[in-house]
């Protein structure tokens, strides 16, 4: 199970801002990103799916016209 859990940094411990269901001693993993770069990484991931041709470019024959749209030659 995975979840996003907002919390706060307080004395060297992180408090959750909301009510998380877990035994105690439970060991998770934590990501921390900080609520001010939040936009930076959401950027990232967009210019990473137009990277990898998820984008909003409207094509819809990237397997048949592989070549062409790849390496710009005809397929």
Do not use: C, W
């Not at 919390?7 to 877990?22: H, R, S």
């Not at 990103?33 to 470019?57: C, D, F, H």
């Amino acid at each position: 199970m995975s979840e996003l859990v907002v919390a706060i940094y307080q004395n060297g411990v992180f408090k959750p801002l909301q009510t998380i269901n877990l035994p105690d001693h439970q060991r998770v993993k934590l990501e921390i990103i900080p609520e001010g770069e939040t936009s930076l990484v959401e950027s990232q991931k967009r210019a990473l799916l137009e990277l990898a041709g998820m984008g909003n470019s409207g094509l819809t024959d990237g397997a048949r016209k592989h070549n062409a749209y790849l390496y710009q030659k005809d397929s």
